[in-house]
């Protein structure tokens, strides 16, 4: 397993962006499928976005896509979620998630290893 640790959360009106970060420990970060999820009270954590372990593939929420981008850097063991054209449906503590395979996961159920959040709040 990876210990991850998420920053970039914060309040920021609608129409805005933030970038969302991801470290993680250890030296086979490059093995492992990451991906975003997000949930706010009362609800089931949501997909987001997921990437695989070389950046090859890409997935998205359909809430999500043309605004979010999930993006790597196995050099420096960071998933990153850019976050452009925020709504306040977006308001949300977002998680990084890592699974040790090729192949990204949209379901929470298929990940290993998770941080412990950041908030995401989006004012009208």
């Known amino acids: 397993q990876v210990q991850l640790v998420e920053s970039g959360g914060g309040l920021v009106q609608a129409g805005g962006s933030l970038r969302l970060s991801c470290a993680a420990s250890g030296r086979t970060f490059s093995r492992y499928a990451m991906g975003w999820f997000r949930q706010t009270p009362g609800k089931a954590r949501e997909f987001v976005a997921a990437i695989s372990p070389l950046a090859g593939r890409t997935y998205y929420a359909d809430s999500v896509k043309g605004r979010f981008t999930i993006s790597r850097d196995n050099a420096k063991n960071t998933v990153f979620l850019q976050m452009n054209s925020l709504k306040p449906e977006d308001t949300a503590v977002y998680y990084c998630?890592?699974?040790?395979?090729?192949?990204?996961?949209?379901?929470?159920?298929?990940?290993?290893?998770w941080g412990q959040g950041t908030q995401v709040t989006v004012s009208s």
């Open positions: 998630a890592a699974r040790n395979t090729v192949i990204p996961g949209t379901e929470s159920s298929e990940y290993d290893s």
